[in-house]
């Protein structure tokens, strides 16, 4: 398995677009497609929001009742089309019709997604200029297409991998939107990722459910989850290379795992305002759905994020969140340590800076210089079993007050 590429060059057998559709004031890629040659299997991974968007319900159904037939995916910005009743589910349903009408295909073969505010109705006469565009600019600008799923965005995220195997090479490829409103159990963040290998659909349901668990659902920017998240996964098989032997799911599931770890924390590194990115590892907890928990409290409480921004060894904070969440926790058999950069559980902790129950001896200034690190790794040991999870974080500063203040206007 090679490394995962920043960008995509191509994947065979799909091809993508990202338009300005005139969503944007400012005349930026507002509307993207990625369409297959052929049938996929699809699957998805969604908000755990009992609000769910139009755009959620719709793909929820396909998905339910046509996974194995899919053959594009359409997504606007400005607009969630969260919280419009009958109207957003009829827009919803517009889009994809005129999608299909575009391409020769029918509907029920058409997924569609939407970010941007909550509340408002798509703007139906741009989002049918924004498919025509789009249908008529297919190629391997999968750049361009990323850019065109932006709304706070700073940048484009996209990767790619390649896995060679005794009957060819195959490669999956995928992009991701989402700056703010990002917590565990997915984030305002929506990821289309694609691949030209043949997959039995329980096999892509079950790859993608897990490799969503140990990425998309562990991120945190600011601790809210959307009305709009959703994941998606094709699969065109136009490679030639038909995956179905153990250790080929598995070499399968690796990769992907490596992939939506790099959009995961690529999400993280453009959060809205984000100065510092940060690795929470915890260690040796009752179970690993309590590291998670634990992870997940500390990455997005704004006391120990404030403390981040300020390069503050706020070791308190951060015992105070974890003493919080919800899960079995003894302060007097833990451990916290500090190091720069980013780290793996298994890698050498750095500076302890807590234990038993107490501040260690450390310098402070010790501490300081690493806090004053971009990048900076938490390891929380528990001392209490031997469940653990990593989440990613990161900082939260005056930035994003400005950013999320005014997000409407």
Same mark, same amino acid.
């Given at each position: 398995?090679?490394?995962?590429?920043?960008?995509?060059?191509?994947?065979?057998?799909?091809?993508?677009?990202?338009?300005?559709?005139?969503?944007k004031k400012d005349g930026a890629l507002d509307f993207?497609?990625?369409?297959?040659?052929?049938?996929?299997?699809?699957?998805?991974?969604?908000?755990?929001?009992?609000?769910?968007?139009?755009?959620?319900?719709?793909?929820?159904?396909?998905?339910?009742?046509?996974?194995?037939?899919?053959?594009?995916?359409?997504?606007?910005?400005?607009?969630?089309?969260?919280?419009?009743?009958?109207?957003?589910?009829?827009?919803?349903?517009?889009?994809?019709?005129?999608?299909?009408?575009?391409?020769?295909?029918?509907?029920?073969?058409?997924? /569609?997604?939407?970010?941007?505010?909550?509340?408002?109705? +798509?703007?139906?006469?741009?989002?049918?200029?924004?498919?025509?565009?789009?249908?008529?600019?297919?190629?391997?600008?999968?750049?361009?297409?990323?850019?065109?799923?932006?709304?706070?965005?700073?940048?484009?995220?996209?990767?790619?991998?390649?896995?060679?195997?005794?009957?060819?090479?195959?490669?999956?490829?995928?992009?991701?939107?989402?700056?703010?409103?990002?917590?565990?159990?997915?984030?305002?963040?929506?990821? /289309?990722?694609?691949?030209?290998?043949?997959?039995?659909?329980?096999?892509?349901?079950?790859? +993608?459910?897990?490799?969503?668990?140990?990425?998309?659902?562990?991120?945190?920017?600011?601790?809210?989850?959307? @009305?709009?998240?959703?994941?998606?996964?094709?699969?065109?098989?136009?490679?030639?290379?038909?995956?179905?032997?153990?250790?080929?799911?598995?070499?399968?599931?690796?990769?992907?795992?490596?992939?939506?770890?790099? +959009?995961?924390?690529?999400?993280?590194?453009?959060?809205?305002?984000? @100065?510092?990115?940060?690795?929470?590892?915890?260690?040796?907890?009752?179970?690993?759905?309590?590291?998670?928990?634990?992870?997940?409290?500390?990455?997005?409480?704004?006391?120990?994020?404030?403390?981040?921004?300020?390069?503050?060894?706020?070791?308190?904070?951060?015992?105070?969140?974890?003493?919080?969440?919800?899960?079995?926790?003894?302060?007097?058999? @833990?451990?916290?340590?500090?190091?720069?950069?980013?780290?793996?559980?298994?890698?050498?902790?750095?500076?302890?800076?807590?234990?038993?129950?107490?501040?260690?001896?450390?310098?402070?200034?010790?501490?300081?210089?690493?806090?004053?690190?971009p990048s900076i790794t938490f390891t929380l040991d528990?001392?209490?079993?031997?469940?653990?999870?990593?989440?990613?974080?990161?900082?939260?500063?005056?930035?994003?007050?400005?950013?999320?203040?005014?997000?409407?206007?």
């Amino acid at each position: 398995m090679g490394k995962v590429s920043p960008s995509v060059d191509s994947v065979r057998g799909f091809q993508v677009a990202g338009v300005p559709a005139g969503l944007k004031k400012d005349g930026a890629l507002d509307f993207s497609l990625v369409v297959s040659e052929v049938d996929c299997a699809a699957a998805g991974v969604f908000t755990r929001n009992k609000v769910k968007a139009a755009p959620v319900l719709l793909d929820m159904q396909r998905l339910e009742e046509n996974p194995k037939s899919i053959r594009a995916v359409a997504t606007n910005t400005i607009s969630a089309n969260a919280c419009t009743g009958a109207l957003g589910l009829k827009n919803a349903r517009a889009t994809a019709n005129l999608v299909a009408d575009a391409l020769s295909i029918v509907a029920e073969q058409v997924l /569609v997604m939407s970010t941007g505010v909550i509340g408002t109705h +798509l703007p139906m006469d741009k989002i049918a200029h924004g498919v025509e565009l789009a249908s008529a600019n297919l190629g391997s600008d999968w750049r361009a297409a990323a850019a065109g799923i932006m709304t706070t965005d700073t940048r484009p995220k996209l990767g790619s991998i390649a896995v060679e195997t005794d009957d060819g090479a195959y490669t999956i490829a995928g992009m991701v939107k989402g700056a703010g409103m990002i917590a565990p159990n997915m984030a305002t963040m929506l990821s /289309v990722i694609v691949t030209d290998a043949e997959l039995q659909l329980p096999n892509l349901q079950s790859a +993608l459910t897990a490799a969503a668990q140990q990425s998309y659902n562990r991120i945190v920017v600011d601790g809210d989850t959307s @009305t709009n998240d959703t994941v998606l996964l094709l699969a065109n098989g136009m490679s030639g290379v038909a995956l179905s032997s153990e250790a080929e799911l598995a070499a399968f599931q690796d990769a992907l795992n490596a992939l939506t770890r790099f +959009l995961a924390q690529e999400v993280v590194r453009d959060g809205e305002g984000v @100065t510092k990115f940060i690795t929470l590892n915890i260690v040796n907890a009752e179970s690993e759905a309590d590291a998670e928990k634990i992870g997940g409290t500390i990455g997005a409480s704004v006391l120990t994020k404030s403390a981040f921004y300020g390069s503050d060894a706020n070791w308190g904070r951060i015992v105070a969140a974890a003493g919080r969440a919800d899960t079995s926790f003894d302060p007097d058999s @833990t451990s916290l340590w500090l190091a720069e950069g980013e780290s793996g559980a298994s890698d050498a902790p750095g500076l302890e800076i807590f234990s038993g129950g107490m501040p260690t001896d450390y310098r402070e200034e010790d501490a300081a210089a690493i806090m004053a690190e971009p990048s900076i790794t938490f390891t929380l040991d528990c001392g209490i079993g031997d469940g653990g999870a990593t989440i990613w974080t990161c900082d939260i500063s005056h930035e994003y007050i400005s950013i999320n203040g005014d997000y409407r206007s």
